[in-house]
């Protein structure tokens, strides 16, 4: 029963924190925004989501660890739960160390007056966060795969 429960608070989880990736890189591309428009965008998103999201993603780091503890006389399983765990700090590596120093920066701009360089800062910001998205897809298909391993050994053993 504990299997279950941390397999699904996992995949839950960790549904919700790559698929706010997601969303951000399908609905919040800021390359065709204006200085103001971007400034006043990520500003909004920082305060929404700087709290949020390394928490949620700090539990889906913790759950996975427990979901490969609890698979590891599965070789399969293992492997793949421990993939996805490198995948989801890697991501979290990213936000922290690249992300979250622009945010730091872009959260006390004005909108009405940009700084020179707020082109650069919004591109390497953007980059990181398509190179997070990615890993962070990865890591949660890799869970998938790590559940529905579970789920066909389970079925054998019946």
Known sequence: MTRRIVSF????LAALLIGTMF?????YNPMELSAGAYIEQQQHAIRALNVVMPVLGALVALLTLA????A?????QFALFVGALICFVAAGVVTRFLNQP???VVI???ALAPPANWIELRDAWWQWHMLRTVIGIVGLSLLIAA???????DLRTR
């Open 147 to 153: 559940n529905l391993a579970s789920n066909a050994r």
């Open 102 to 104: 622009i945010n730091a």
């Open 108 to 110: 006390v701009w004005s």
């Open 23 to 27: 969303g951000i890189w399908l609905g």
């Open 67 to 70: 979901s490969a503890l609890l």
């Open 9 to 12: 608070a996992n995949l839950l």
């Open 72 to 76: 590891r006389r599965s070789r399969t």
